[in-house]
C-alpha cells in the first residue's frame, strides 16, 4: 500500500544559494515544515521578520482559566490570517498541541488579568470586541469590525466572563440556526478572523 506523499521538499539540488535568510541544515537536509512555498528553506527568524512586515493590525485575545483546549487552534488560525499577536489572559500555561507549531511564527503574549489586557488596548488605542452569544450581543454579520481591535474570545463552558464583558466596546454574536447553544470557541475564532480578513482586506474601495 502506498501512504500519502511527504509533505515539503528535500535537499537543495544544484548550486548552493547564497540567500542569507536560507538556513544551511534545511538545505542539506530537506525543508518538511507546514510552511508556504514561499518560506521553503528559510530560517525561522527570517520568516517571522518577513510576517512582522506585513502582519494584520487586529488582535485576537482568548481567556484561559481553565486550560482550555481550543487556544492552539485559536493560534494557528491567527497565524493563517497574520494576526498582529494572540492574547492570553489567565492562565500561562496552554496546551500548544492544536497550535502545530504555528506559535513559533506568531507573537503569544500572556496577561494575568483582564485589567491588564485592557491597559494594553488602551494604550495603542485597540478597541477590544468581545465575541460571544451573550444577551445584548450584537450580530458580527451586519457589524462594522474595526480596523484596529482586540477580538476577544471566552472559553468551552462559561464563555466570556462578566469582567470580559466590561472591558468591551461591543459584543458580536455569530448567527446559529440549530439547537446548540453554540459553537467551538475555536471554530467560532476562525470565524471572525475571517469576517476582519472580509471587511478590511477584501473591501472594495468607495466609489470602485
Ligand atoms: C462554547 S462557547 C460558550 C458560551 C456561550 N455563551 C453559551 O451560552 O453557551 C465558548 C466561546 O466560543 C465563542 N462562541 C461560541 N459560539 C458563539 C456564537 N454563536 N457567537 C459568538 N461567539 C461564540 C465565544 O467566544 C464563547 O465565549
Not at 492574547?87 to 491588564?116: C, E, F, S
Not at 445584548?136 to 474595526?146: A, K, W
Request: hydrophobic share 40%; glycine share 8%; aromatic share 8%.
Amino acid at each position: 500500500m502506498v501512504g500519502p506523499s511527504e509533505v515539503g521538499v528535500g535537499p537543495w539540488e544544484g548550486d548552493w544559494p547564497d540567500d542569507p535568510r536560507l538556513d544551511a541544515e534545511l538545505l542539506a537536509g530537506g525543508d518538511r515544515r507546514n510552511v508556504v512555498d514561499k518560506y521553503r528553506y528559510w530560517k525561522l527568524e527570517a520568516i517571522v521578520e518577513d510576517l512582522d512586515r506585513q502582519r494584520n493590525p487586529f488582535h485576537v485575545a482568548i481567556e484561559n482559566w481553565q486550560h482550555d483546549l481550543n487556544i492552539g487552534s485559536v493560534v494557528r488560525t491567527a497565524n493563517a490570517f497574520l494576526a498582529s499577536e494572540v492574547h492570553i489572559v489567565g492562565n500561562r500555561k496552554w496546551n500548544r498541541r492544536g497550535a502545530m507549531v504555528t506559535d513559533r511564527y506568531q507573537h503569544v503574549r500572556h496577561h494575568p488579568q483582564l485589567a491588564d489586557l485592557a491597559s494594553y488596548a488602551a494604550e495603542r488605542s485597540l478597541a477590544v470586541i468581545g465575541i460571544d452569544n451573550l444577551p445584548g450581543s450584537v450580530s458580527l454579520e451586519t457589524y462594522d469590525l474595526p480596523r484596529e481591535c482586540i477580538l476577544l474570545f471566552g472559553q468551552e463552558g462559561p464563555g466570556l466572563t462578566e469582567d470580559a464583558h466590561q472591558i468591551c466596546t461591543a459584543v458580536l454574536s455569530i448567527a446559529q440556526f440549530g439547537s446548540t447553544r453554540s459553537i467551538n470557541a475555536s471554530a467560532a475564532a476562525a470565524i471572525a478572523m475571517h469576517a476582519w480578513i472580509r471587511r478590511h482586506t477584501f473591501a472594495q474601495p468607495p466609489n470602485s
